[in-house]
């Protein structure tokens, strides 16, 4: 991984609307969060995530679809 960059995941424009169910987002949200791919920091009463790091780089295998995920 890249050094932190400490940066919102809001772009300089400010935060993007997104059209998907809010519990979705939050779901996907915790899930980055406990694979340590964001940080979530105190903003009043909410929280928000913050990428740190420039860039992540992610290699998902599209090969065999037979291998049991559990045991590869």
């Avoid at 935060?15 to 694979?35: F, G, I, S, T």
């Avoid at 340590?36 to 065999?64: F, H, T, W």
Wanted: aromatic share 2%; glycine share 4%; hydrophobic share 35%.
């Amino acid at each position: 991984m890249t050094e932190p960059a400490n940066d919102s995941i809001n772009p300089p424009d400010g935060p993007v609307a997104v059209c998907r169910h809010p519990p979705d987002v939050l779901a996907n949200v915790r899930e980055l969060k406990e694979y340590a791919l964001i940080e979530l920091e105190q903003d009043g009463r909410a929280k928000r995530p913050l990428v740190p790091y420039d860039s992540i780089d992610v290699d998902i295998p599209l090969g065999d679809r037979s291998v049991d995920p559990a045991h590869a």
